[in-house]
Each structure stands twice: as structure tokens, then as C-alpha cells.
């Protein structure tokens, strides 16, 4: 099937949308992620029953999908399985933009029925050129219009990253936990079964969007790995694009075909692709957030020598290490710097040789910030990563803690170099958490332990020298 950007636009940014087929017994819950819709929604119901409570609301309600009396652009369908077809024929007569399916039953059940009804829909949406989204899935998220699959997701103020998953689950996972770790999100699909528009097309839709910079995924199956692989080079050169690929194990693959239909794929084959096209692949959702965080907050960056501050001597060693196993070199640092570190800062209690403790200087914010800049100007280091750890920080005071983050989030402005930080919190995660929101709002990325830093920095690190090789060929 062939689609332009302005069709999938009108699905993505509905003007009007209708309902069709929620109740009480799911406290009308379609209907209530469209209250906060920047359009019009209509409800299509034919239970009596029903009907009073969705008037209640102030939403119109309509038997059918054809007697709205305006152009729909999205529809969501929630009714059984057996009545699918026919709303699908009501809205082929209408000429709607596209149909939601978040009704399942169909191939991932895996039974002749479920199989039958499933190609039944395909075939009348290739016919008619109408735009399937699903079925299985909980369709679309913009917050930008209003649009949620979720009473929880939050809206009115839009990011730059795109999701696209088959997991309805995960689509709702990576909005949820966004905000704590500094993303917005432009747009989202879950597409579950994805019998029309797939993996391949949602990503060549948000690879044209302006509003999207970075792209995650989260994919099952695919039904043209050539066509999608094609269209993955193509936008992995403009925009990062983060991969999580399921069911690569023989469990997982089992999994994936009762969730929704996906059949197997080599582990060794994906990765080679995945590093042929320029994608970041990642293996869990905490990697996900991470190297968002990383493309959104950490400048873009080739080198791999590390400027490593901690705070104490044994954090230095497991900051080393961490680091040093994804690759990365922590070089001795140059003469220069450490005639200023000695000229300028006491050694009783602190080490200067890479990676740094400097335990004594932790409350002192100018001491802090001089020691960074003398570290970011070394000629043999490529990035600085700062640990700040808040058992060592003590409790101080809210202004001292908004002084220290104005301060490195200076520091990262002036830095022509990466920066970022990781916020060890002990006992005290649950004001971590809190601290973690103030550095993300300052555009500092920070992470919660070495290892989830070093990873994610490493991935960056492999996109930007893997787009300078693809410049250089």
C-alpha cells in the first residue's frame, strides 16, 4: 500500500476523531483519553444502555460511523472481534483517515478463526487504500494535539522523540518514564499486529517528521526486512534511531508470535544489519532512556578518552573499570594540568591522576567547578563524566544544591566537549530521584550508576564515529 506524509499526518494530528464501540463496564476509557483531543469526538454506540452515559460526558453518539456529520480522520475501534469487519466497512463508506484497532483475537491467537478475520480486514483495507493501525495494539500518542492512549499521559507540551513499538505496554512505559529522565515525546504508535502499516512505514513517516529528532523502536517482527532495512540506512544518517528488537531468543520468539503474530529472527543476523545501517541497538527499556537521554543532553562526540571524576578513591576504581570494559581509555592526563591541580588544590585527601577523587572539594562549588575546567581543558581527554554522590554531599540546604546544578550546568554550556554526570545516591534514592529531575531540567544527562552511563556514552560514541566513517567513504 502506498501512503504520503500528509495521509499519515491526518492520523497522527486529528482534527476529529470517533470511538466506536466503549462502555461503562471500562469506564468509558477511549473516550476519556480523547476528552483532552484539541478537535472533536464523536462516540459510535448502538447499545442503548450505553448511550445515556456517553452523553453524560458530552460526547454526540452516533449508531453508526456513516451517520457523523463531518469527515473523521481517526477511528478507534473497540468492539469484539466477530464485528470488526463490519465497522470496517462503515468506515471504508465514510472515507475516514485511518482505523485504530485496539480489539485482538486475530493471528496472535494462533487459531483458524482469529487467522480468517485478520486477512478479512487486510483485504478490505488494500482494496479500499484505507490505513489500518493494529489491530492488537493501542495506536496513537501525541501530546502536541491531545491525543492519548492513556488517562495518565500527559499532554499540550510535545518533545522531539518518536516511538514506534508493537508493544502497547512499552509505548505507555516509555511516555510514562520520559518525563523523569528529560524526554518529551513528538509522536508514539503501538501497531501491534501491524497487518497494513508496519515497522517500515512508521519509520520512514517519522524519519520526514521535523517535529522528531530522535527515533526508538521496539519491534517483534517484520513483514519486508529488505524494505525495512533500506528505509533504516536512509534515516539513521539524518536522526538517531534506538532499536530494541524482541524475541531473538527461541523462548522470546514464542512469545512474540502469541503476542502479535511476529515470527523469529537470527540474533547474529539483526546485529550485523543493525550495525550496517548506523542503528543503536539496545537490549532493555532502561537502555532506551538512557541513550535517549545521551542523544538529547551529552554533545555529539568521536573520542573515546575519558576525563573521570569521583568521589572517593575506591569510586575511581569502579568508575574505571566500568568504563574501560565498554571501551573507553582513561589516559594520563597532561603536564599542564597537573602543575595547576598542584599549584591551585591540596593533595592530602585527593588524587589528581585520572580518575580523580576529590573528596576534600566535594561541598565547595567553586573548588568543584575549577577542577572540572581544568580537567576539560586537557588536551588528552575527550569527554569529562562527573560523579556527585549525595551521602558525601550532606544534607544541604535547597539553595546549595540549586547553585551547585546552575554551576555544572554552565560548566556543560562553556565545555566544547561531552559532560556528563552520574548521581550515586546510597540510601537516599528517593531524593536522588528528585535531584536526578533538577540536573535532566538543566540539560545535564545523568545516570544512577557507572555502568548505565559508560553504556549509553559508548552507544553515542559508536553513532557519531560510524556517521564520520559513512562521510569519509
Given at each position: 500500500m502506498k501512503w504520503t506524509q500528509q495521509e499519515l499526518d491526518r492520523l497522527f494530528n486529528p482534527k476529529v476523531v470517533a470511538v466506536v464501540g466503549d462502555k461503562k463496564d471500562r469506564d468509558y476509557n477511549w473516550?476519556?483519553?480523547?476528552?483532552?483531543?484539541?478537535?472533536?469526538?464523536?462516540?459510535?454506540?448502538?447499545?442503548?444502555?450505553?448511550?445515556?452515559?456517553?452523553?453524560?460526558?458530552?460526547?454526540?453518539?452516533?449508531?453508526?460511523?456513516?451517520?457523523?456529520?463531518?469527515?473523521?480522520?481517526?477511528?478507534?475501534?473497540?468492539?469484539?472481534?466477530?464485528?470488526?469487519?463490519?465497522?470496517?466497512?462503515?468506515?471504508?463508506?465514510?472515507?475516514?483517515?485511518?482505523?485504530?484497532?485496539?480489539?485482538?483475537?486475530?493471528?496472535?491467537?494462533?487459531?483458524?478463526?482469529?487467522?480468517?478475520?485478520?486477512?478479512?480486514?487486510?483485504?478490505?483495507?488494500?482494496?479500499?487504500?484505507?490505513?489500518?493501525?493494529?489491530?492488537?495494539?493501542?495506536?496513537?500518542?501525541?501530546?502536541?494535539?491531545?491525543?492519548?492512549?492513556?488517562?495518565?499521559?500527559?499532554?499540550?507540551?510535545?518533545?522531539?522523540?518518536?516511538?514506534?513499538?508493537?508493544?502497547?505496554?512499552?509505548?505507555?512505559?516509555?511516555?510514562?518514564?520520559?518525563?523523569?529522565?528529560?524526554i518529551r515525546i513528538s509522536k508514539s504508535v503501538s501497531f501491534g499486529n501491524g497487518i497494513v502499516l508496519d515497522a517500515a512505514d512508521y519509520l520512514e513517516y517519522l524519519g520526514r517528521d521535523q517535529d522528531t529528532e530522535i527515533i526508538v523502536m521496539y519491534v517483534e517482527g517484520l513483514h519486508d526486512g529488505r524494505r525495512f532495512f533500506n528505509i533504516l540506512r536512509e534515516v539513521a544518517v539524518r536522526k538517531p534511531v534506538v532499536v530494541w528488537k524482541g524475541g531473538l531468543t527461541p523462548e522470546g520468539s514464542r512469545a512474540a508470535f502469541s503476542h502479535t503474530a511476529s515470527l523469529a529472527t537470527s540474533p547474529v543476523l539483526w546485529d550485523s544489519l543493525m550495525s550496517q545501517c548506523g542503528a543503536t541497538k539496545v537490549d532493555t527499556l532502561d537502555d532506551i532512556l538512557d541513550t535517549v537521554t545521551a542523544f538529547l543532553h551529552i554533545k555529539p562526540s568521536t573520542g573515546r578518552r575519558m576525563g573521570l571524576v569521583a568521589t572517593t578513591g575506591g569510586r575511581s576504581v569502579s568508575m574505571a573499570d566500568a568504563f574501560a570494559k565498554e571501551g573507553f581509555g582513561i589516559p594520563a592526563l597532561a603536564e599542564s594540568s597537573y602543575q595547576e591541580y598542584s599549584s591551585s588544590f591540596s593533595s592530602i585527601g585527593a588524587s589528581f591522576r585520572n580518575p580523580l577523587d576529590i573528596t576534600p572539594y566535594l561541598r565547595d562549588q567553586e573548588m568543584v567547578r575549577r577542577i572540572l575546567e581544568i580537567l576539560g581543558a586537557d588536551k588528552n581527554v575527550d569527554a569529562v563524566a562527573y560523579e556527585l554522590n549525595l551521602g558525601f554531599l550532606g544534607r544541604r540546604q535547597e539553595s546549595f544544591l540549586d547553585n551547585l546544578v546552575k554551576s555544572l550546568s554552565d560548566y556543560r554550556e562553556t565545555l566544547p566537549k561531552p559532560f556528563f554526570a552520574i548521581l550515586t545516591a546510597g540510601v537516599r534514592e528517593k531524593e536522588a530521584v528528585d535531584v536526578r529531575q533538577l540536573l535532566f531540567k538543566n540539560g545535564i544527562a545523568v545516570y544512577s550508576n557507572f555502568q548505565r552511563a559508560s553504556a549509553a556514552f559508548r552507544r553515542i560514541v559508536e553513532y557519531y564515529a560510524n556517521l564520520a566513517e559513512m562521510d569519509s567513504a
Open positions: 473516550l476519556r483519553c480523547c476528552s483532552s483531543l484539541q478537535g472533536k469526538v464523536y462516540s459510535v454506540q448502538i447499545d442503548e444502555k450505553e448511550i445515556p452515559g456517553i452523553e453524560a460526558m458530552g460526547i454526540p453518539n452516533y449508531k453508526s460511523l456513516v451517520e457523523i456529520p463531518e469527515p473523521v480522520d481517526y477511528v478507534i475501534v473497540t468492539v469484539p472481534r466477530a464485528v470488526a469487519p463490519r465497522v470496517l466497512e462503515d468506515a471504508i463508506r465514510k472515507g475516514v483517515g485511518g482505523v485504530m484497532f485496539f480489539t485482538s483475537g486475530f493471528a496472535e491467537t494462533e487459531t483458524e478463526e482469529g487467522v480468517r478475520l485478520q486477512n478479512v480486514l487486510k483485504r478490505m483495507a488494500e482494496e479500499a487504500n484505507l490505513k489500518i493501525v493494529g489491530p492488537n495494539c493501542m495506536g496513537i500518542f501525541n501530546p502536541k494535539v491531545g491525543l492519548r492512549h492513556s488517562q495518565d499521559q500527559y499532554y499540550g507540551e510535545a518533545g522531539n522523540v518518536g516511538v514506534i513499538s508493537q508493544s502497547g505496554n512499552l509505548a505507555s512505559q516509555v511516555a510514562a518514564l520520559s518525563s523523569v529522565h528529560g
